[in-house]
């Protein structure tokens, strides 16, 4: 497996740290609102790393936190605490955002076929682990108490830019309104560990610490949370793009300080979702798209994955509908023929073997999906009988998980006109019963639809429906 290794600047081959498995972690999201179409291109890209690591046989354990406290809107340690943000915004408690915005991004990363990580976990759950590690720091002279809070020192560090050999203005290009000095820190690239006397006069999560009472900095989450779950030796962290500085940068930092070492191997970097025009797409700039709104227009979730993977992970994805529409048209057709795929007879094993070899060049050349998604084609236009076809379409959605077998879809599509006028029908009838508060006469409803084969389910954007066995 070769992919670019953003702390050498090079594609390399994958040497994992102990034989046969692999120590994997994914930033997880900041759960203050839905995630938008952009995050989940990062989870999308990382997902098919993870699946194409299983795929050639490595024992991989992968975790991922939820941020839910410390990450401000700068990236730094400046602006507002973004769940904060997100409470105000909603005239709930934090815990209430996070909850629902954790659930959300659970169900959209379902819809879009990304494997939920073997370890899933909020920063919330381990302020002890915090509080250790910056314990420790303080210990080893890596930290200082300055204004009450606690601050990291890069100037202790050799080499704190560890990615590239940029400098802090070309990396500053990252980091959102980064406005005003903090003068507690001695130098300019100190960042916060704990923050003791509070930012937020209204800040709602806070805990007991050495230091008083505070919350953390958004960085030593992803520290703590990985090395509790995978040790002080990892092989490959993910993230989008604009995690490289000043969050993995700091990551790095402070974990290579706590444990002395060399911490992480692979640094895996996704591109961004770009508007046209180039502009990032971004929660805190509002231009967002949600999975909820593809499929209100009408797209299937799926076929976001499959535009996601038809370009490569290292280059900025413009998106724009009149590309979708396209490639909807294309994830019907091919999904037609893998459903139309019979099984007639023996798999060829020869030929299975070569085209199955095919895929894993091409994905494990730097995770060219693009040309792994060429290979089913050249596969569907092999001579050979469908079940040697099947058999390795079926192999390659191991890793691409396009969702070409799953027949529901398909059904949805073929559904005549005229039932699906009658469902539309009901479900405004439905609605109608609702308003007037005629309960008995809405579940009437849902069942006269169910006993025809139609389930309907209510989402935050409305009634939606599927056809059940
Ligand atoms: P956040 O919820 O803001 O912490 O971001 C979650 C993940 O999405 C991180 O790995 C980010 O680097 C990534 N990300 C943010 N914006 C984009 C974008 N426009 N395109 C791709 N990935 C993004
Ligand atoms: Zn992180």
């Not at 009437?444 to 009634?463: F, N, P, Q």
């Given at each position: 497996?070769k992919f670019?290794?953003?702390?050498?600047?090079?594609?390399?081959?994958?040497?994992?740290?102990?034989?046969g498995?692999?120590?994997?972690?994914?930033?997880?999201?900041?759960?203050?609102?839905?995630?938008h179409?952009?995050n989940l291109r990062?989870?999308?890209?990382e997902?098919?790393?993870?699946?194409t690591?299983?795929?050639?046989?490595y024992?991989v354990?992968?975790?991922?936190?939820?941020t839910d406290?410390?990450?401000?809107?700068s990236?730094?340690?400046?602006?507002?605490?973004?769940?904060l943000?997100?409470?105000?915004?909603?005239?709930k408690?934090?815990?209430?955002i996070?909850?629902h915005?954790?659930?959300a991004?659970?169900?959209?990363?379902?819809k879009?076929?990304?494997?939920?990580?073997?370890?899933?976990?909020?920063?919330?759950?381990?302020i002890?682990?915090?509080?250790?590690?910056?314990?420790v720091l303080?210990?080893?002279?890596?930290?200082y108490?300055?204004?009450?809070n606690?601050?990291?020192?890069?100037?202790k560090?050799?080499?704190?830019?560890?990615?590239s050999?940029?400098?802090?203005?070309?990396?500053?290009?990252g980091?959102?309104d980064?406005?005003?000095?903090?003068?507690?820190?001695?130098n300019k690239?100190?960042f916060?560990l704990?923050?003791?006397k509070?930012?937020?006069d209204?800040?709602?999560?806070k805990w007991?610490s050495?230091?008083?009472?505070?919350y953390p900095?958004?960085h030593?989450?992803?520290s703590?949370?990985?090395?509790k779950?995978?040790?002080?030796?990892?092989?490959?962290h993910?993230?989008?793009?604009?995690?490289?500085?000043?969050?993995h940068?700091n990551?790095?930092?402070?974990?290579?300080?706590?444990?002395g070492?060399?911490?992480?191997?692979?640094?895996?970097?996704?591109?961004?979702?770009?508007?046209?025009?180039?502009?990032?797409?971004?929660?805190?700039?509002?231009n967002i798209?949600?999975?909820?709104v593809l499929e209100?227009?009408?797209?299937?979730p799926?076929?976001y994955?499959?535009?996601?993977?038809q370009?490569?992970?290292?280059?900025?994805?413009?998106?724009s509908?009149?590309?979708?529409d396209?490639?909807t048209?294309?994830?019907?057709k091919?999904k037609?023929k893998?459903?139309?795929?019979k099984?007639?007879?023996?798999?060829a094993?020869?030929?299975?073997?070569e085209?199955?070899?095919?895929?894993e060049?091409?994905?494990?050349?730097d995770?060219?999906?693009?040309?792994?998604?060429t290979v089913?084609?050249?596969?569907?236009?092999l001579?050979?009988?469908?079940?040697?076809k099947?058999?390795?379409?079926?192999s390659?959605?191991?890793?691409?998980?396009l969702?070409?077998?799953t027949?529901?879809?398909?059904?949805k599509?073929?559904?005549?006109?005229e039932?699906?006028?009658?469902?539309?029908?009901?479900?405004e009838?439905r609605?109608?019963?609702k308003?007037e508060?005629?309960?008995?006469?809405?579940?009437?409803?849902?069942?006269e639809?169910?006993s025809?084969?139609?389930?309907?389910?209510d989402?935050r954007e409305?009634?939606?429906w599927?056809?059940?066995?």
């Amino acid at each position: 497996m070769k992919f670019f290794n953003t702390l050498t600047r090079k594609v390399e081959t994958f040497v994992p740290n102990v034989d046969g498995k692999v120590n994997m972690y994914t930033c997880g999201p900041t759960v203050y609102h839905f995630a938008h179409i952009g995050n989940l291109r990062s989870y999308i890209m990382e997902d098919v790393l993870e699946k194409t690591l299983r795929y050639l046989g490595y024992d991989v354990k992968r975790v991922m936190n939820i941020t839910d406290v410390g990450h401000l809107t700068s990236d730094g340690d400046t602006g507002e605490d973004k769940m904060l943000k997100g409470a105000k915004r909603e005239h709930k408690t934090v815990m209430e955002i996070a909850a629902h915005y954790t659930n959300a991004f659970m169900d959209d990363c379902k819809k879009l076929n990304i494997k939920r990580p073997d370890v899933v976990e909020p920063a919330t759950n381990c302020i002890p682990e915090f509080i250790n590690m910056v314990e420790v720091l303080l210990e080893k002279g890596y930290a200082y108490v300055a204004g009450e809070n606690v601050y990291f020192d890069t100037s202790k560090l050799k080499n704190y830019y560890v990615f590239s050999n940029q400098t802090e203005e070309e990396l500053k290009v990252g980091v959102r309104d980064d406005v005003s000095e903090d003068t507690n820190k001695r130098n300019k690239s100190d960042f916060v560990l704990w923050f003791t006397k509070s930012k937020f006069d209204n800040q709602e999560l806070k805990w007991n610490s050495p230091w008083g009472i505070g919350y953390p900095g958004w960085h030593i989450e992803c520290s703590c949370i990985s090395m509790k779950h995978l040790g002080e030796y990892m092989d490959i962290h993910c993230g989008g793009i604009d995690n490289i500085f000043p969050h993995h940068t700091n990551e790095i930092a402070q974990s290579e300080a706590f444990t002395g070492h060399k911490w992480c191997n692979y640094w895996f970097h996704v591109h961004h979702l770009v508007e046209k025009g180039g502009e990032k797409m971004s929660k805190s700039a509002g231009n967002i798209l949600t999975v909820s709104v593809l499929e209100e227009k009408g797209y299937n979730p799926l076929v976001y994955r499959f535009f996601c993977l038809q370009s490569h992970y290292r280059k900025p994805l413009e998106f724009s509908y009149e590309v979708l529409d396209n490639i909807t048209s294309a994830y019907d057709k091919l999904k037609k023929k893998v459903l139309s795929l019979k099984d007639d007879g023996e798999v060829a094993k020869d030929v299975y073997n070569e085209y199955r070899s095919k895929f894993e060049d091409a994905i494990t050349n730097d995770l060219n999906t693009s040309s792994a998604i060429t290979v089913i084609y050249d596969v569907l236009a092999l001579q050979v009988n469908d079940a040697t076809k099947k058999a390795l379409i079926k192999s390659f959605e191991e890793v691409l998980s396009l969702g070409l077998f799953t027949e529901c879809e398909e059904k949805k599509q073929e559904i005549s006109s005229e039932l699906e006028q009658f469902i539309l029908e009901k479900i405004e009838e439905r609605k109608a019963a609702k308003k007037e508060k005629d309960f008995a006469g809405a579940d009437a409803i849902r069942e006269e639809l169910l006993s025809k084969g139609v389930a309907i389910k209510d989402t935050r954007e409305g009634t939606i429906w599927e056809l059940v066995k």
